[in-house]
């Protein structure tokens, strides 16, 4: 009869995963994040493109403009969602090797860390992302000059 592994080890194991599962919270409520603004950046976009229609023939560079800007928006925040969703199944197998390794005996340590390495990695650049859409998102806000003078 084959030996099951003991309950110490089962929770030394719970235990040792605990960072990347934290980390996957984290990377879920980055992912809510990406997700809202990415809502929010289509409705401003269908909204523009239904006044772009209608709009006086000073205001049609402006919309254009804006489309552009919120154009570059959606794939920034895309790529951010791409880095996070890989980052959280990185750390999801980070997650599932730990157990293997464990119950199997293997030593794999250097991939388990190397697969956490890459995990952080993805979440920094992702994190990297979101900053760099935060900044663009900043360009269309900024009051215009001729309504300031």
């Known amino acids: 009869m084959p030996t099951l592994p003991a309950v110490t080890t089962i929770a030394q194991t719970i235990q040792l995963s605990l960072a990347p599962v934290f980390m996957l919270a984290a990377i879920g409520q980055v992912l809510n994040v990406l997700a809202g603004r990415l809502a929010r950046v289509i409705d401003r976009a269908r909204a523009l493109e239904e006044a772009l229609v209608h709009a006086p ?8 403009w804006e489309l552009r800007l919120l154009d570059e928006r959606m794939s920034i925040i895309n790529g951010a969602l791409f880095l996070a969703v890989a980052s959280a199944v990185m750390a999801c197998i980070v997650i599932a090797m730990l157990f293997v390794a464990n119950l199997a005996k293997l030593h794999i340590g250097t991939w388990i860390a190397l697969a956490f390495i890459v995990a952080v990695t993805l979440l920094i650049l992702c994190l990297i992302a979101f900053m760099w859409e935060v900044r663009v998102s900043l360009r269309a806000i900024h009051v215009r000059k001729e309504i300031l003078l």
């Open 57 to 64: 023939e000073d205001a049609v560079q402006r919309h254009k």
